[in-house]
């Protein structure tokens, strides 16, 4: 009897969106002047999987069992957007916005609801300005696109974005945005001046039209909150012809734990041009004939000038380190992005255009700020936690702040993480098997990792990035009526204070709450 309802409920379910999605198909088509069949793609086209999985970098929400959209949109002008927003509403579908798949759960494609993706691909113009110093972006485009266009144009303009070229701008600038140019300028959402959005109504607006409220929530308040920004216009940054790149690596049985440990006291002291970020992962190694696991630390950095004004600051600065001249390589700024993207030294430029992923695998990920140093004690549990031997892949990054980081208010965007904290941790964990089992084990190994790390790192809140999402900290309700209380367990984390102004910005722009996920900012007519 159970069976028999379930199935009724299931029957019914299935027919009732498969009306929903021919209804709202009907609207597109209607809402719409130009051609936008051969732009919409549902589960009966032959390339849907193929659209569906080409953006997905999280093989996570890659299963069986992955809810999918109804309908995937993949808008080549503004109309399109305008009537996937209004359709959506007139039909009760949500929408998720992908700009280049990265959220780390999913978010941009996945949803527990009758659902349709507007997926940004073909939104992929760049028009670079190198007189003015400035660029044109749509949302579409890939970081490794916008680098390979400025680089078109000149090889001393730069900007302070992502490590991964295959990040997409949508998303990664809604969130805040950063890389080896953070001490030096900041983050990307640091350098917007100008967006345009199609908002809850279908309008599209501009920075003037939609006022400094609004411009100020989609520089890092989150994406999938306040409309669809279809193109950003930032502003560049100057490069000199020559940076110093290096990677010292250190076992622990090369002092590794105390390299660390020292490290905390001068990464975000150093000089501004300086970047030197920690990559922490479990490697086999080979001592005196014999192999054995151990972790490796990767002392990673950028510099902004060359070898022989290098040398002494880190002579002067940690020394511990023991750099020398041998470990480093001079090369221009373009070609550094190459670099730290692990490319051959050989590599054309063309890289940066390839939307594709080198590899693709499942993760979890954390976030954490570290605001006074962990104790070599501390460190020591990192350790003994990495040598689970049920596990794959673990991986920590300690990337450093100060420098132009502490000059910027708290409040200048919605991304608040910036004077006292030292490093932000990005905790990792990679795995290939597939399967629950295996998803479980993992996301439990990292789970118990961030409860061991919880007396370093900051509190009251306990501090996270947007950019890596983390449903664990707190999501909102299903239904779209979650409370400011709720929703301020996740909020004040990714947001601090910002998340205030953030629910009043939502509140007069999307009382109504139609652009939602489980972490976006809710409005007050929500409670």
């Known amino acids: 009897m159970l069976s028999f309802l379930f199935f009724l409920i299931f029957s019914f379910s299935w027919v009732t969106s498969a009306h929903t999605h021919e209804s709202f198909l009907q609207c597109l088509d209607s809402q719409n002047s130009h051609s936008i069949s051969k732009l919409i793609y549902t589960p009966i086209n032959s390339s849907y999987s ?19 959209p109804l309908v995937i949109v993949t808008p080549t002008n503004i109309s399109h957007i ?43 113009t760049i028009n670079v300005n190198a007189e003015n110093k400035t660029a044109w972006v749509q949302s579409g485009v890939t970081i490794g696109e916008v680098y390979y266009r400025i680089a078109e144009k000149s090889r001393t303009l730069a900007f302070p974005a992502s490590v991964c070229p295959t990040v997409g701008v949508g998303g990664h600038f809604s969130g805040g945005g950063y890389g080896m140019l953070m001490r030096k300028y900041g983050l990307a959402a640091d350098h917007i001046i100008d967006a345009q959005l199609v ?13 400094e409220d609004l411009f100020w929530a989609i520089r890092g308040g989150g994406g999938n909150t306040f409309g669809v920004v279809i193109a950003w216009k930032i502003s560049l940054v100057s490069a000199p012809p020559t940076v110093t790149v290096f990677n010292v690596q250190r076992t622990l049985e090369q002092n590794a734990s105390k390299l660390v440990h020292r490290w905390q006291f001068v990464a975000d002291k150093l000089h501004e041009d300086l970047f030197i970020r920690i990559i922490l992962n479990r490697v086999n190694s080979t001592e005196e004939g014999k192999s054995n696991t ?18 002494p600051l880190i002579q002067d600065s940690f020394p511990e380190l023991g750099l020398v001249k041998e470990d480093c390589i001079e090369m221009s700024w373009i070609q550094s992005v190459l670099y730290f993207d692990g490319f051959p030294s050989n590599s054309s430029l063309d890289v940066l255009l390839d939307r594709t992923p080198s590899t693709r695998r499942n993760f979890k990920a954390k976030s954490d700020y570290v605001k006074e140093p962990i104790p070599e004690l501390g460190l020591e549990g990192i350790w003994e936690r990495f040598f689970d031997k049920d596990i794959n892949t673990p991986i920590l990054i300690f990337s450093p702040y100060g420098g132009k980081m502490s000059e910027i208010s708290e409040s200048s965007i919605p991304f608040p993480h910036r004077a006292g904290n030292i490093y932000k941790i990005q905790h990792l964990i990679y795995w290939d098997e597939e399967g ?25 809140p306990r501090a996270a990035y947007v950019n890596y999402r983390d449903l664990d900290i707190g999501i909102n309700n299903h239904a779209g009526n979650t409370s400011y209380r709720q929703a301020s367990i996740w909020g004040l984390k990714y947001f601090k204070n910002n998340f205030d102004r953030l629910v009043r910005v939502k509140t007069a722009v999307d009382p109504a709450n139609f652009f939602r996920n489980e972490q976006s900012i809710p409005p007050l007519s929500s409670w």
């Open 294 to 311: 151990t972790i490796q630390a990767s002392f990673n950095s950028l510099f902004l000038g060359g070898i022989d004004r290098l040398l």
């Open 82 to 124: 305008q009537a996937a927003i209004i359709c959506s509403q007139k039909h009760g579908m949500q929408i998720r916005i992908r700009s280049g798949g990265h959220d780390y759960e999913g978010l941009s494609y996945v949803s527990t609801f009758s659902f349709v993706v507007i997926d940004l691909i073909n939104l992929r």
């Open 436 to 460: 629950i089992v295996a998803t479980k084990r993992h996301i439990s190994w990292i789970r118990r990792l961030y409860s061991y790390l919880a007396p370093y790192v900051s509190k009251t």
């Open 50 to 68: 193929s659209i569906l999985q080409f953006s997905i970098q999280n093989l996570r929400f890659n299963t069986s069992s992955t809810p999918k």
């Open 199 to 211: 908002d809850v109504k279908g309008r599209i607006l501009d920075r003037e039209s939609m006022g």
